[in-house]
């Protein structure tokens, strides 16, 4: 069992940065590949980037790469979302999630969620 906090979210404007954090309780945060996904107003939550069990390999969604880098700190059971020149189209909650296996872009494939946390990006 893994329980999820999200935090750092806020309002940028577009270009902007902010880097989002996702704690986890629990036993064993090795042992789970991490995501972040996300949901914007109207839509359905969608894939945004995972890193695998030591963080030798990560994946990402077309949509942020070259701006977006997903990283892991075991020692602190925490998974970060660096996000860089942000866009209004990025606006959304943004939720962390762990799997157990690497590559999962699929929503339904990831067991535990956090509760996410909002982004907005002003124009």
């Known amino acids: 069992q893994v329980q999820l906090v999200e935090s750092g979210g806020g309002l940028v404007q577009a270009g902007g940065s902010l880097r989002l954090s996702c704690a986890a309780s629990?036993?064993?945060?090795?042992?789970?590949?991490m995501g972040w996904f996300r949901q914007a107003p109207g839509k359905g939550r969608e894939f945004v980037a995972s890193i695998s069990w030591s963080g030798a390999r990560s994946d990402y969604a077309d949509s942020v790469k070259g701006r977006f880098t997903i990283s892991r700190d075991n020692a602190k059971n925490t998974v970060y979302l660096q996000m860089n020149s942000l866009k209004p189209e990025d606006t959304a909650v943004y939720y962390c999630?762990?799997?157990?296996?690497?590559?999962?872009?699929?929503?339904?494939?990831?067991?535990?969620w956090g509760q996410g946390t909002q982004v907005t990006v002003s124009s």
């Open positions: 999630a762990a799997d157990t296996w690497f590559p999962r872009t699929a929503e339904s494939s990831y067991d535990y």
């Open positions: 629990g036993r064993h945060f090795s042992n789970y590949v």
